[in-house]
């Protein structure tokens, strides 16, 4: 048995091999038991350098080693992974199902309808019109529709390039294979399955991609009215859900409250309907709020209240349009303890198995339960729940956070464990993220590290690259907080190879660059051979791509690691990495799009080579005034032929091309 560094969990493997969690109060819970990447002697490993394994990303093999640095190779023609399985729809006699939701049948049916002929709908509500209840019951419908089935997918919060993973992976990809965009139609080509996807935050091009991914499938799409529209001419058809029938807004909340509604709360729920315009979330929490008065006033005819600020009498219509507080107010202890968690995490909700640890809630399943009923969280396809949109700030000003400043301690232990896998961890990465997110703004900076450094590894091998990027980027910026010279090396050299397998030369150059000048600050030979060995790649892809990448080849690198040496050197020995002004300025690059290098900051390298530019022609400039003016010469701007840097994509098959990136950016985009 060991303990955890937090003091308040503690965990052992019984002779099944389980892993068990306790909390403050010694009740366990157990963790299902895990097979993959398990060891014999269950050991934890809290700075993830047990996290190790091979990926083919395009026509690179990568190796990630969480303790001395991921690598990357060629890819050797023998490991070249097989094409993918499709997978096979559930067998029987076709069933055509209605959805069951009020109002909705219609709807349902004719989205069916296109899906089965192959043709994909977007279909666009706000908040809480039940776009994922619709999705649910399409899915159910469809079932047999296809001989590929049915997938369902989740885009919240992911880049376009982890999504289109999940789809390759969904339709029978091969494990532990990440293909590029160009690889994808030509790998998923001929297999025919309706693919359903929620939470989808982009439009445009990206759209395109996500459909061009799957030649033969039929997607159903399900965004926002803010979500950027496709592109002109896309293959892809509008479906808006809208709100409910004031008919049917009543008949709902009754159902829902489980008895029929009297005078003035029939008056309530239409002065809602107006004001909501018939969203069903709200008269699912319209319902909470009236199985919550029913309970006050039970408790004030019992005596066993006193009459407190007198809550039977039904909320205002003001009060109605917000109620996640007046809601959470009337929730059982355990379900409002993981509501004040939630709330400090952005409204992402661990998996049950670490609510006991965190929050100490002895039955966490009954307590998601009761706050999907309340309409105040909703289950992910995924699996995790989370709350719903706008709950979060709203319930973040009623409570101080609980269990958050213990969080990172807990999860450190957990995500170093040997018994637990990269695919539980991936699953938990949006809230690794938040409890990262948290506790960098709360300047603890030494956890942050500690967790990016543990979980990274996980999210890279799960080929979810988006959390990867996030968690690097966190990690980096609070080595730095902690003036910790080889952690900032490390994080540098992950995101150097992470930008490389995604086709970002530029910003991967960069960072590589830096990782060696500090590995060779500290005299770790191992660490700069190791950056030297990517860079080289990294040269040889150039080479053959056709980019020109800032300042040239090898000869040039190594001038420039050679002009960075004595200043890595003096961060070293002073162990200053950055001073708190640098610190401040730099821009926070974790969102959804973080790995976009158009939205990155510009290294001191490239901001030099601008300024002098910008000097350059300056002085150009005003030396061509004064020649124009002098000898009255054309000013006419199109006379002169501007210089384009030539791009040409690779083809050689044992180094990646880069034809993925943004036009306007000459660099790949790491987003995929």
Known sequence: MGEATGGHQSAHIPSGGELVLRNKNGAAVAVPEQHHGQTQSGDRRADGSGRTGELV??????????????????L???????????PVAVTGPARYALSGLLEREEQCARLRELLGQGRSVRLSGPHGSGRSAVLEAVATSCATLVPGGVVRLSAHRKPLGDVLQALYEALGGVAGHRPSKRELPELLDGVRAIVLVDDVDFGGEALDELLGAAPDCAFLIAATPETPAPSVGAPIEESR????????SLALLAKLAGRSLDESERAWAVDLWFESEGLPL??????????????????????????DEDPVPLPSVAESAAPAVRIARGLGEPARRVVQLASAFGGEIPTPPHLPALVDVGHAEAALEELVEAGLAEPTPEGPHRLVDGAAPLLAEEWPAVGAPDAAQHFTWWTGHASVTEAQIAAEAEVLLAVLRTDQESDRHDRVVQLARACAPSFALALRWGAWERALRFGLESARAIESVALEAWFHHELGVLTFCAGAFDRSRAELEASVALHGALSDSHGT???????ELLDQALVISGATAVGGGGARREDRLRRFAPFASRRAARATTVTPSVSASRTRTTGRHALDVRAQSATRRQLALAAGGVVLM?????????????????????????????FSPSTDPGLPSAPDSPSDSGSASAST
């Not at 124009?628 to 210089?643: A, C, H, K, L, Y």
Request: hydrophobic content about 45%.
């Open 282 to 307: 709200r008269f699912v929490q319209a319902a909470a709020l009236l199985r919550h008065r029913e309970v006050a006033i039970d408790a004030l005819a019992g005596g066993l209240v006193e009459p």
């Open 57 to 74: 990303v395009g026509e690179l093999l990568l190796t990630v080693n969480a303790a001395d640095g991921s690598t990357l190779e060629p």
């Open 241 to 248: 859900l809208g709100g409910l029938t004031r008919a049917g």
């Open 529 to 535: 051979a190791n950056g030297r060995h990517v860079l």
């Open 618 to 646: 300056g002085v150009l400039g005003a030396g061509v005034a004064v020649a124009v003016t002098s000898f009255g010469g054309d000013t006419n701007p199109s006379s002169g032929t501007p210089v384009v840097p030539a």
């Open 76 to 86: 050797p023609e023998e490991r070249r992974p097989a094409a993918p399985v499709p």
